[in-house]
T-cell receptor, first 116, second 113 residues
Framework: GAVVSQHPSRVICKSGTSVKIECRSLDFQATTMFWYRQFPKKSLMLMATSNEGSKATYEQGVEKDKFLINHASLTLSTLTVTSAHPEDSSFYIC????????????FGPGTRLTVL | AQSVTQLDSQVPVFEEAPVELRCNYSSSVSVYLFWYVQYPNQGLQLLLKYLSGSTLVESINGFEAEFNKSQTSFHLRKPSVHISDTAEYFCAVSDYDTDKLIFGTGTRLQVFP
């Protein structure tokens, strides 16, 4: 149980284009989903927290107009990197949590974004 | 503010040897503690967690961790490692109020034959 998928697993795009990454909870309803960014040999950096049906809460220093997050249903959240640039190249990981009382996040396999 | 410190960035060890991956945290409130494992080119998988109750928690693959409140530690141990345990291990802390997971910088466990 508690499986989270991400699509695509890898994406290469040209500078200036937008990329959408999907995060799905496959066997549970996720009231909260989180988006992280992982740099090489670095820890995960929380970008934003999204609750179903409400606006995402972004961490300090994360541009909300650049990283658009939508959590339209209890099983799907999307991250759109708008006008991507090479410095946006990274490993993006989502996680999902069923409810606050279980307090366990289940992680997706990640999406490797490369911006040329 | 909470923080997590994993002092060892890399831990090399021979197969069947014991291993300890250290994790210390700082927090002014009660915490929940987690260990996640990340295999190459994969996402994070929950290894074990401490929410309350017994301070010693175990995973299904032989790892265990002990919550030590006085030393603010949650070290991960395994008495005999396998080649397949080679991975990156992340310690993380959260609490009910902040609703966020704060990760350490990770420890690369490299098991040699």
């Amino acid at each position: 149980g508690a499986v989270v998928s991400q699509h695509p697993s890898r994406v290469i795009c040209k500078s200036g284009t937008s990329v959408k990454i999907e995060c799905r909870s496959l066997d549970f309803q996720a009231t909260t989903m989180f988006w992280y960014r992982q740099f090489p040999k670095k820890s995960l950096m929380l970008m934003a927290t999204s609750n179903e049906g409400s606006k995402a809460t972004y961490e300090q220093g994360v541009e909300k107009d650049k990283f658009l997050i939508n959590h339209a249903s209890l099983t799907l959240s999307t991250l759109t990197v708008t006008s991507a640039h090479p410095e946006d190249s990274s490993f993006y990981i989502c996680s999902a949590r069923e409810d606050r009382y279980t307090d366990t996040q289940y992680f997706g396999p990640g999406t490797r974004l490369t911006v040329l | 503010a909470q923080s997590v410190t994993q002092l060892d960035s890399q831990v090399p060890v021979f197969e069947e040897a014991p291993v300890e991956l250290r994790c210390n945290y700082s927090s002014s409130v009660s915490v929940y503690l987690f260990w996640y494992v990340q295999y190459p080119n994969q996402g994070l998988q929950l290894l074990l967690k401490y929410l309350s109750g017994s301070t010693l928690v175990e995973s299904i693959n032989g790892f265990e961790a002990e919550f030590n409140k006085s030393q603010t530690s949650f070290h991960l141990r395994k008495p005999s490692v396998h080649i397949s345990d080679t991975a990156e291990y992340f310690c993380a802390v959260s609490d009910y109020d902040t609703d966020k997971l704060i990760f350490g910088t990770g420890t690369r466990l490299q098991v040699f034959p």
